[in-house]
């Protein structure tokens, strides 16, 4: 296949990706990415030969994506906040909902100095872009994995911030602590949508990242839980949360802190996505 342009590689890569009913923008992203070309590059050099060691990539990764590997875990990274995270199957590829949730807290703290814990940080994606835009927070990242961990100290070391990281099960590694805010985008798909999720997202993303028991509202019990008796003190605690969850995960928090202000918001879908705790 060497001998063939770039054009006729994406050809070739968009009707096997179309026969196996999968997303043809995908077959576009993966020659971009592996070829180090932008669209309009890409363009120029659309009649010119592809060289036969990338020609040789682009089929790998495109018979990868066929078999079930999500295009960012082939090439390695993936766009969050209009950064570049290194991710693998050690942590979850970062969605735009959580890039709402960085921004909320962003808006909302606009506060120069400001403590923050990620809990369950995984890539490192909201701690460390929430360090990127404001370079005096004191940040922490916490996760169980220490595979994840290692994730997200590559990413802080490759966007030149720097965070503290500890490994432990959610507030306990920083037991005694206090923290101006505390944000987490923790597991919280229940097993019963198992069948609802795509096959690739099931095959390849860590489960640990995904699913929480107790119809997914585990994690938040837990939290709640642990910020009840004073494990971790804060001010407030912004979550993601799943979009059928939003009642269920007030109720949680109201019953443990009757007098906190909770406000719920909706992602661009208009689904409830985030919710804000203020003790």
């Known amino acids: 296949m060497s001998n063939r342009t770039y054009y006729e590689a994406l050809k070739w890569a968009s009707l096997f990706v179309q026969k196996n009913h999968l997303d043809e923008s995908a077959a576009t992203f993966l020659l971009q990415e592996l070829s180090h070309l932008d669209q309009t590059h890409l363009l120029i050099k659309y009649r010119q030969p592809i060289p036969a060691d990338l020609d040789s990539q682009y089929v790998d990764a495109i018979n990868q994506y066929v078999n079930g590997m999500p295009p960012q875990y082939i090439v390695g990274t993936a766009e969050f906040y209009g950064e570049r995270f290194a991710v693998n199957q050690s942590v979850l590829i970062p969605r735009q909902e959580t890039e709402e949730l960085v921004e909320w807290v962003l808006t909302d703290e606009p506060q120069s100095q400001l403590s923050v814990l990620d809990v369950g940080t995984g890539s490192g994606a909201i701690g460390i872009t929430l360090k990127k835009q404001r370079p005096n927070w004191q940040v922490t990242l916490t996760d169980l994995s220490a595979a994840a961990l290692a994730v997200a100290e590559e990413n802080a070391a490759q966007l030149n911030v720097s965070v503290t990281t500890v490994q432990g099960d959610l507030l306990e590694p920083v037991a005694g ?64 949360i799943g979009f059928r969850q939003g009642k269920a995960v007030r109720q949680i928090f109201q019953q443990r802190f009757p007098n906190a202000a909770i406000t719920m918001r909706q992602d661009m879908s208009g689904h409830d996505r985030m919710v804000q705790i203020r003790f």
Request: charged residues 20%; proline residues 5%.
């Open 177 to 240: 602590s206090q923290f101006d805010v505390i944000v987490s985008n923790p597991p919280y798909i229940s097993h019963a949508e198992e069948s609802e999720m795509d096959a690739d997202v099931l095959a390849s993303e860590p489960t640990l990242a995904l699913f929480a028991d107790h119809d997914g509202l585990a994690i938040y019990e837990r939290l709640a839980d642990q910020l009840e008796q004073g494990l971790v003190t804060t001010n407030q605690l912004y979550l993601e």
